[in-house]
């Protein structure tokens, strides 16, 4: 079999993509109950979430199979979604926005890599990159990008906070020095960190923005207005190369990719003919029941009353808990971001090696996400490199007695590694 360019590179196995059929594997027989599973993605089974969809999926079965089942749809979106939208977004933020302003798609992702295949990649400017302005972020943008070394990372700013906690930052000199950029993209809060930007950083990227007549990608899967996962204070706002992207995944619905962008016409009406040529239109059974939840306030209730009270509750207890269990004499931090669907973690010593933690503690049947995934190409980066190899992330989703014993294993094995290191390091 002969692959393109763009085809080599995008049936490559990532690392992340290796370690989680590593994860499938393992558990896929019946000893997966003995497996402590501190890597999952997926959201918690929040009963107030699954309720609600269950509910709305089959109403939505029940009156509008027959119109958005059976039959093709508009590959902007159905109307009854696209009008919820902008009816929501008016009333919540008091946006000035119409059906021309929106788009969905199967899933945030599929949108995001629709604007990177759009916006970046060969073209009368020249080759134009993605460029993610701070990493670590999402693992799954490294993938957007259809050819070699059409993605950069900007390295943060690391801020040290006490004696167990540290904060990444923006540096936006470092992102200003990108002369090729194609398009911007980040999520907040973002995946892995929880951290989110603030009102300062994001009238930093949109300026940048503006200046270089891109657009800038906002991935708001775990903010407002909903799940709102982390605590945060900069609600969404309207820019011209703003992009804004949400999603019903971590409200409690991954499974039946649904999201939606909203963003000025030139950028919206690109990205709707983008899904025409690609999958036609998202999924509209439960484009019918988001609607259904965004316009009777379920979602708004659902959120505020039962997922921002879970995922809060949730790292309050993991943040504890690696305070009681982590060695106090070992240099070992957690990101202070905004709240989240994980944790964090970097352990500041040479002997420390991500995927050394991540091999050990298999053998105790614990997974947990080596932070090297999360950066770009960090290995080739001498801005990263030893700061990369050092950070791994746990998952908030699992069960406070799997999160219990996977951070006991976690420290018993730091203590190990510590121990069988070479007595000249620290």
């Known amino acids: 079999?002969?692959?393109?360019?763009?085809?080599?590179?995008?049936?490559?196995?990532?690392?992340?993509?290796?370690?989680?059929?590593?994860?499938?594997?393992?558990?896929?027989?019946?000893?997966?109950?003995?497996?402590?599973?501190?890597?999952?993605?997926?959201?918690?089974?929040?009963?107030?979430?699954?309720?609600?969809?269950?509910?709305?999926?089959?109403?939505?079965?029940?009156?509008?199979?027959?119109?958005?089942?059976?039959?093709?749809?508009?590959?902007?979106?159905?109307?009854?979604?696209?009008?919820?939208?902008?009816?929501?977004?008016?009333?919540?933020?008091?946006?000035?926005?119409?059906?021309?302003?929106?788009?969905?798609?199967?899933?945030?992702?599929?949108?995001?890599?629709?604007?990177?295949?759009?916006?970046?990649?060969?073209?009368?400017?020249?080759?134009?990159?993605?460029?993610?302005?701070?990493?670590?972020?999402?693992?799954?943008?490294?993938?957007?990008?259809?050819?070699?070394?059409?993605?950069?990372?900007?390295?943060?700013?690391?801020?040290?906070?006490?004696?167990?906690?540290?904060?990444?930052?923006?540096?936006?000199?470092?992102?200003?020095?990108?002369?090729?950029?194609?398009?911007?993209?980040?999520?907040?809060?973002?995946?892995?960190?929880?951290?989110?930007?603030?009102?300062?950083?994001?009238?930093?990227?949109?300026?940048?923005?503006?200046?270089?007549?891109?657009p800038l990608l906002l991935d708001q899967a775990y903010g407002s207005p909903f799940p709102r996962i982390a605590e945060v204070r900069t609600e969404p706002v309207q820019h011209d190369h703003l992009i804004n992207c949400f999603s019903a995944s971590k409200a409690g619905l991954p499974g039946e990719r649904v999201g939606f962008a909203i963003g000025s016409p030139e950028?919206?009406?690109?990205?709707?003919?983008?899904?025409?040529?690609?999958?036609?239109?998202?999924?509209?059974l439960p484009q019918a029941a988001l609607a259904r939840i965004m316009r009777d306030g379920r979602l708004d209730d659902v959120t505020r009353e039962a997922i921002v009270p879970y995922y809060r509750e949730k790292k309050r207890f993991a943040a504890d808990l690696l305070a009681e269990t982590m060695p106090a004499d070992m240099d070992w931090r957690m990101h202070s971001g905004a709240g989240g669907m994980f944790c964090w973690l970097w352990v500041d010593h040479p002997w420390f090696d991500d995927v050394e933690l991540y091999r050990r503690l298999k053998e105790r049947r614990v997974f947990v996400v080596p932070g090297r995934h999360f950066f770009v190409d960090p290995l080739s980066s001498p801005a990263v490199a030893g700061h990369a190899t050092r950070c791994f992330r746990i998952s908030l989703s699992a069960e406070e007695k799997v999160l219990t014993e996977g951070i006991r294993h976690v420290a018993d094995v730091l203590r190990e590694m510590r121990a069988e290191a070479p007595v000249t390091t620290r």
């Not at 309720?51 to 939505?60: E, Y």
């Not at 950028?267 to 509209?284: E, I, K, R, T």
Request: aromatic share 8%.
């Open 1 to 214: 079999m002969q692959l393109s360019l763009s085809g080599a590179k995008m049936a490559g196995v990532s690392g992340l993509r290796s370690i989680m059929e590593d994860v499938a594997a393992s558990t896929a027989d019946a000893s997966a109950g003995d497996w402590l599973n501190l890597s999952v993605g997926n959201p918690a089974s929040v009963p107030e979430a699954s309720d609600m969809w269950r509910t709305a999926l089959a109403d939505s079965l029940a009156e509008d199979f027959g119109r958005v089942s059976c039959r093709y749809g508009p590959s902007r979106g159905s109307r009854f979604l696209i009008e919820a939208v902008v009816e929501y977004f008016r009333r919540a933020y008091g946006w000035r926005i119409g059906p021309e302003n929106v788009v969905v798609g199967p899933g945030s992702q599929m949108l995001c890599f629709a604007a990177a295949a759009l916006f970046t990649g060969p073209g009368a400017r020249g080759e134009r990159k993605i460029v993610l302005p701070m990493v670590p972020d999402y693992t799954g943008y490294q993938g957007m990008c259809m050819h070699a070394g059409g993605i950069v990372g900007v390295p943060p700013r690391i801020e040290r906070q006490g004696d167990h906690r540290f904060r990444y930052a923006l540096d936006v000199e470092g992102l200003r020095r990108q002369s090729d950029i194609g398009m911007m993209l980040v999520s907040s809060p973002g995946n892995p960190t929880g951290r989110a930007l603030d009102r300062a950083d994001l009238d930093a990227l949109t300026t940048l923005a503006a200046e270089r007549d891109v």
């Open 267 to 284: 950028y919206v009406d690109a990205l709707a003919s983008f899904m025409s040529n690609s999958v036609l239109h998202a999924p509209q």
